[in-house]
Nanobody
Framework: QVQLVESGGGLVQPGGSLRLSCAAS????????MGWYRQAPGKQRELVAA???????NYADSVKGRFTISRDNAKNTVYLQMDILKPEDTAVYYC????????????WGQGTQVTVSS
């Protein structure tokens, strides 16, 4: 098992930046994949970005070139650097850890609100 705690959300103007952090309760070096997801009001939760324990990354088309996911294994933390933020990025952002046992188990954080508005 792993507990995840997100932080770094807030209110930012369009064009601004935020960095989200996801701190894990255990070492992340053996967690297969860690990802950031978001859910806007009235919409389904969607993948924003993910990073494997080998360092491979994957991004939603809507954030490519603006968001960067990274991981610091020494701090058991995954980050999401968000630049050139747009109003449509407004959502609750969730961290997820995918751990392979006999099957894959998914662990979620509680979420952090990001609001992009002037």
């Amino acid at each position: 098992q792993v507990q995840l705690v997100e932080s770094g959300g807030g209110l930012v103007q369009p064009g601004g930046s935020l960095r989200l952090s996801c701190a894990a309760s255990r070492t992340i070096s053996r967690i297969n994949t860690m990802g950031w997801y978001r859910q806007a009001p009235g919409k389904q939760r969607e993948l924003v970005a993910a990073i494997t324990n080998g360092g491979s990354t994957n991004y939603a088309d809507s954030v490519k070139g603006r968001f960067t996911i990274s991981r610091d294994n020494a701090k058991n933390t995954v980050y999401l650097q968000m630049d050139i933020l747009k109003p449509e990025d407004t959502a609750v952002y969730y961290c997820r850890a995918d751990i392979l046992y006999s099957s894959v188990r998914y662990y979620w954080g509680q979420g952090t609100q990001v609001t992009v508005s002037s």
